[in-house]
């Protein structure tokens, strides 16, 4: 009789292993599928900051070399802010005055010897919005800095 006992008692236990073993088994699976949601973010995130960078490349290239030879950033300052044409999707640029004031400023520093200030520099702002990720509802966000001589 001892022994029918404890039969039941193995069944019991090796139950409550494998119930144990199951839980165990559910969490790493609810993990790893996690891991794989924020892996493909991140991602995402990675592609739409290289797509905004070569965004903010382009305005530049595109304000430099226009089609009638002229520099867009020696314009004077009134013409800006400047919203020039990305064709990345989801994509905005701008171009601004780092300045407040909206003056022609002194150059930075720089290896041209320039000591009687003769050149001074319109120096601008150009801000690129990417939107990214499910719905369009993150964005990145990338800043630089033009100093562009001209003689004032």
Same mark, same amino acid.
């Given at each position: 009789?001892?022994?029918?006992?404890?039969?039941?008692?193995?069944? %019991?236990?090796?139950?409550?292993?494998? %119930?144990?073993?199951?839980?165990?088994?559910?969490?790493?699976?609810?993990?790893?599928?996690?891991?794989?949601?924020? +892996?493909?973010?991140?991602?995402?995130?990675?592609?739409?900051?290289?797509?905004? %960078?070569? +965004?903010?490349?382009?305005?530049?290239?595109?304000?430099?070399?226009?089609?009638?030879?002229?520099?867009?950033?020696?314009?004077?300052?009134?013409?800006?802010?400047?919203?020039?044409?990305?064709?990345?999707?989801?994509?905005?640029?701008?171009?601004? $005055?780092?300045?407040?004031?909206?003056?022609?400023?002194?150059?930075?520093?720089?290896?041209?010897?320039?000591?009687?200030?003769?050149?001074?520099?319109?120096?601008?702002? %150009?801000?690129?919005?990417?939107?990214?990720?499910?719905?369009?509802?993150?964005?990145?966000?990338?800043?630089?800095? $033009?100093?562009?001589?001209?003689?004032?």
């Amino acid at each position: 009789m001892a022994l029918k006992k404890q039969q039941g008692v193995v069944l %019991i236990v090796s139950l409550v292993f494998l %119930i144990a073993l199951t839980a165990v088994a559910a969490a790493l699976m609810q993990n790893t599928s996690v891991d794989i949601k924020m +892996s493909g973010a991140s991602q995402l995130k990675v592609v739409a900051t290289q797509e905004a %960078i070569s +965004s903010l490349d382009e305005v530049i290239f595109n304000q430099v070399t226009q089609t009638d030879g002229i520099n867009d950033f020696a314009y004077p300052l009134g013409v800006f802010p400047l919203n020039p044409a990305v064709t990345a999707d989801n994509t905005t640029a701008q171009i601004s $005055v780092a300045n407040t004031n909206n003056l022609v400023v002194d150059c930075p520093h720089s290896q041209s010897a320039s000591s009687a200030q003769v050149l001074k520099c319109n120096v601008l702002r %150009i801000q690129v919005n990417r939107l990214y990720g499910r719905n369009n509802n993150s964005a990145v966000q990338i800043n630089s800095g $033009v100093a562009q001589e001209v003689l004032p």
